[in-house]
């Protein structure tokens, strides 16, 4: 049986300071990426032991909205230099097999956002006519497929979220929240989809996804068991998901450690 984990990274498997929560103990930290000489996230050690465990049992397959780069950094959810096969980043547009992008998959996808106009140069005009606001810091975009801006989470008008989110959908773009990041992610860019496509590829016959924000939940609800992290945005938002959909019983960084726990017992489930 070809069993296929794929998870996304942050506040999922990996922490940074600022999400992992109060209840982590310095020591039992493990460094998982580097950024500008200085550590950005960390996993337990029993989380990245198991993990590098898992990785010889299934296939892992990282599901992220990082870009190549900054996916590139999270170098401690693999044991030396063996790097997961596939991974999917830019939350879906990209795929990456053997470190390289799969050209004819984000062929694929940009045909996809052309046809529905949801390209960065049409909402970059939306996003000057409604974020002019000093809560917003700076506009990113990710390597030409979406756009996020860093906001200051104080200042930032919560009770205006539903608006925006109603605003952009009707022009076809997702919105998620995510820390200091407020993502605009066109529809056709699922990481459901990039899954399927892997998960094909790999001849999988059982899928467990584990995730925490709004851009998790398609790929939860294409798997065949779904684990959501307690603490995400996901289920803030009170979304009502499918019975193959679990919550942690934990937050924070433990919540990722409590993933792995599950995901090892649904091996020895189907073994
Ligand atoms: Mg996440």
Redesign the pocket.
Known sequence: MTFLFAS?L???LIYSKRSMGKQAVESDLREVERYEGNPQSFMTATGQRMLHELAEELCFLPVTTRTQSQYERVTGIYKGDAAPKFAVISNGAVILEDGEPIKEWSDHIRKQCVSKKTIVEELMPKIDQHFSEEWVLRVREADGWFVYLIIDREKFPSEKLAFYTKTFREIGWSMSL?GRKLYFMPESITKAGAMEYVKERIGADYVVAA???LL?LDLLESADLGLLAAHGEAVRSRIPVSAHIETTEKRGIEAGEEILFRVQQEILQHK
């Open positions: 996304d942050d506040q999922t995510q995730g925490d924000s998790d």
